[in-house]
């Protein structure tokens, strides 16, 4: 069945072909797409792994596609703390972190990751990823971090 009002992309990131990590940190790093697309009305996370230690959960967050929307909790010691709520919230997802085996891995359907957007995202074209721990602060990342978005973008008048 063709859907004759969305178009749909799927982006594969990683720290290690990323054009920037910032701060010389693989928990936040810059992916510039090849082509920019346009009016995104959903994201979700389709599937991603990472090596974070010292943490019992990941906040993954993209500064291109943070939603409003997406409030997430903290530990209760850092409920009054502005600056680490202001981290996470707007976050893609929270997964919890692997502790016995060190890897993560994330999959689709393991929960719903998707974020709305009422208006339009109007043109991406880079992603920047960052992963917080439980406490706001950037993520420990021990190795290579692998993040999949699914982007749905509005059509407008090309279906025949």
Known sequence: MTDCNYEY???QTD???STVWIDGNQAQFTSHLMRPIKDIVEVSIVNCSFDVT?????YIKSDELTSLFNINTLNSDLVSVPAAKSKTNGSLTRIAVEASSGRTIFKQFDF???SRYITPIRKL???TSRLYD?????ATVRSNTFITYKLKCSLENLCI
Do not use: H
């Open 54 to 58: 010292g943490s019992n959960v990941v």
């Open 134 to 138: 439980e406490n706001g602060d950037l």
């Open 15 to 17: 720290s290690v072909s």
């Open 125 to 127: 074209d880079r992603l």
């Open 9 to 11: 992309y799927t982006i």
């Open 112 to 114: 719903d990751t998707t």
